[in-house]
């Protein structure tokens, strides 16, 4: 298959040059803060009491998320 060169990407019908590599490391810090929040919101909604400790987990595995979602949907 054929590659683009300017950003060495496949080359389809449909191929659009990713955007700034700036602009994309801003977008996944994002995707990764936000996950983290709603990761530690979920915790905070599922043990309101705090009796596990799953905090870290929570921020952690919400940021792992985000960033596994955030890169699927640029993908797409």
Same mark, same amino acid.
């Given at each position: 298959m /054929?590659? =683009?060169p300017r950003c060495r990407g496949h080359l389809t019908d449909s191929h *659009? =040059?990713?955007s700034h590599p700036a602009r994309s490391a801003i977008e996944m810090i994002a995707a990764v *803060? *936000? +996950?983290g929040l709603v990761g530690q919101m979920l915790v905070a909604w599922l043990d309101p009491r705090g009796q596990a400790d799953m905090d870290l987990i +929570?921020? *952690?595995g919400g940021a $792992? $998320? /985000?960033l596994g979602a955030h890169r699927a $949907?640029?993908?797409a």
């Open positions: /054929a590659t =683009c *659009v =040059c990713p *803060v *936000v +996950g +929570g921020i *952690v $792992l $998320l /985000a $949907l640029r993908r």
